[in-house]
């Protein structure tokens, strides 16, 4: 008989060396990302841990709805969603299904949990608190960036430099800003977001001399920013009932509520028709224009369930309030436009040229329309339906478009 774990008298591995490289392996070196990869329950898992904080941040600015509220909104939601596609990219290029990337994934959520505690009071009392938790969560992500870059070829080394160097940056900024005052805390944070972001775009184009980024936009990475924008979409139907619930039953109330409804669907369905589950074209001007460009659609939408929540709540009102008015069809823009800069970096955008381009024109055109909705600020029921029907432009003349382009080819 021979024992398990006498491997070495054979010359061949242990039980134990076996096991920890079946559950904790490597991290996956630069360069060998996988084309083909499906989106994992754990990832799942953490998308739905970091909306929680999206959540938080835009049940915050329902009660905020100030330049101030926005401004901390801005600053916050830009380094909860930061942090996301840090974390994201890191596990694109070198997770693996393994015991490791549950123990890393699991470390980052220990992290989340209270500094989505903290967002609430993050521009007032528990600023520094939050701004020295999310200075631990980069502090981990650079560590795990580090210990990736360990194993990369000379070719990649420079990226994964910046990489972490980027990352160390952050919470390096973030842990200091805790020493101050409030007000210069938020406008460091926006710097931050600015810097970060304008940073990584430099490091996708290839603009830093000696920096190669080896990443193909994968079908999961796809469906995560995907799911991430239908997931954030769900705070728009949380908004609408925390509106109904704040206030006595009656018809116009739920006509309004419904109304608010619709418009988040003509949200979701803007992006899915014409941006979302598609590839972006295999150029770093394009990839980093599809990523980043997910940014503002993103918190747009989240701020638009805040938007949703005042609009619902003042449903009998002869007008509606300013800041809702701004707030929802501001956002309701950004939507549409930035729809359309993820679309422009696509493949189907220049395969379907003719579809696109005057699309484009339109939803700007719509979007210029609810910023004049905005102004004009008629009563809660109107706007809604005012809203809906903007949204429903550009997806009447698409389907008008396929319809013409099917009879074109059928006959």
Known sequence: ?????????????????RLRRQLWQPPRPHGEQPSKRVVGPLELFYDLVVVVLVAQAAHHLAGKLTWRGLGEYAAVFGLVWIAWANGSLHHELHGREDARARSTFLLQILVLVPMGAFIPEAGGERGAAFAVTAGVLFAVLAVLWLLASRGDRPEYRTSSRLF?????????????????????????????????????????????????????????????????????????????????????????????????????FGAWWTYFD?????????????????????????????????????????????RTAAATSWMLCGCAAVVLVSTMLVAAGLETWRRERELYRPLSRICAAAALACLGLGAARPAPIVLGLLLVLVFSIPWTFAVGHRLRRSAAVSG
């Open 164 to 264: 972490v160097t980027g990352t160390v940056f952050c919470a390096v900024i973030l842990g200091t800003s805790a020493l101050l005052p409030a007000a210069s805390r938020m406008w460091t944070w926006g710097a931050l977001d600015l810097a970060y972001l304008v940073g990584l775009g430099a490091v996708i184009l290839g603009a830093t001399p000696g920096a190669t980024v080896a990443l193909n936009v994968t079908d999961a990475l796809i469906e995560r920013f995907g799911l991430l924008i239908i997931i954030v979409l769900g705070e728009t139907v949380t908004g609408v009932v925390s509106g109904i619930a704040a206030e006595p039953v009656s018809a116009l109330t739920i006509a309004v509520a419904l109304t608010a409804v619709v418009v988040g």
């Open 274 to 318: 014409f941006a979302g589950h598609r590839e972006p074209r295999r150029t770093e001007a394009a990839t980093a224009q599809w990523m980043l460009a997910h940014l503002p659609l993103t918190a747009a939408v989240a701020a638009m369930g805040a938007a949703m929540v005042s609009l619902v709540e003042h449903a009998h009102a002869a």
């Open 1 to 17: 008989m021979t024992d398990e774990g006498a491997g070495p008298a054979t010359g061949g591995p242990t039980f134990w060396q």
